[in-house]
T-cell receptor, first 111, second 111 residues
Framework: DVKVTQSSRYLVKRTGEKVFLECVQD?????MFWYRQDPGLGLRLIYF???????EKGDIPEGYSVSREKKERFSLILESASTNQTSMYLC??????????FGQGTRLTVV | GENVEQHPSTLSVQEGDSAVIKCTYS??????FPWYKQELGKGPQLIID?????GEKKDQRIAVTLNKTAKHFSLHITETQPEDSAVYFC??????????FGTGTRLKVLA
């Protein structure tokens, strides 16, 4: 059974903290993605990576960075968490223009 | 840039009735059109997809139709059941790596 696993289901962090969201996939996919999901706005792309150590900005990269040191792992970093980054974060992976597999999501609350 | 509009945002149907969700897109180069279902507390999961060389595709009670000339595609669910209640997202590919998602439709099937 293919899997995309996000390290946390729920996180509560304080304003100004550095936050790491981890994602691991076991399908040997080249492409990995971080989305943010907010009511009425759908899924918005934050960053993606098409190869190890390669990354590209998505539509809403401000306040975020990413790291991909190994093919199976893609990390999203909030350099200094703010309350407007309270959201559901979804990681996905895929190979080419095919089905994207999503993790279960991390609900982050910044207080 | 690429834009995807999805309607309606909410949809309530009686059990056994049909449900239709529509998406329009702007990039004529898009050639892959997946639909995802997101159940409560889970990440989105692919339910059906269609490529631009096909006008319609069916999988049991689910079908997708594509009109490339008009740049719209639709999800059709027949004989709806309570377990069809979820949020549905359309998506289109944009460029080499990106998928652009619609804003989602919350479907409620009333028993």
């Amino acid at each position: 059974d293919v899997k995309v696993t996000q390290s946390s289901r729920y996180l509560v962090k304080r304003t100004g903290e550095k936050v790491f969201l981890e994602c691991v996939q076991d399908m040997d996919h080249e492409n990995m993605f971080w989305y943010r999901q907010d009511p009425g706005l759908g899924l918005r792309l934050i960053y993606f990576s098409y190869d190890v150590k390669m990354k590209e900005k998505g539509d809403i990269p401000e306040g975020y960075s990413v790291s991909r040191e190994k093919k199976e792992r893609f990390s999203l970093i909030l350099e200094s968490a703010s309350t407007n980054q309270t959201s559901m974060y979804l990681c996905a992976s895929r190979s080419g223009a095919t089905e994207a597999f999503f993790g279960q999501g991390t609900r982050l609350t910044v207080v | 840039g690429e834009n995807v509009e999805q309607h309606p945002s909410t949809l309530s149907v009686q059990e056994g009735d049909s449900a239709v969700i529509k998406c329009t897109y702007s990039d004529s180069a898009s050639n892959y059109f997946p639909w995802y279902k997101q159940e409560l507390g889970k990440g989105p999961q692919l339910i059906i997809d269609i490529r631009s060389n096909v006008g319609e595709k069916k999988d049991q009670r689910i079908a997708v139709t594509l009109n490339k000339t008009a740049k719209h595609f639709s999800l059709h669910i027949t004989e709806t059941q309570p377990e069809d209640s979820a949020v549905y997202f359309c998506a289109v590919n944009s460029g080499t790596y990106k998928y652009i998602f619609g804003t989602g439709t919350r479907l409620k099937v009333l028993a």
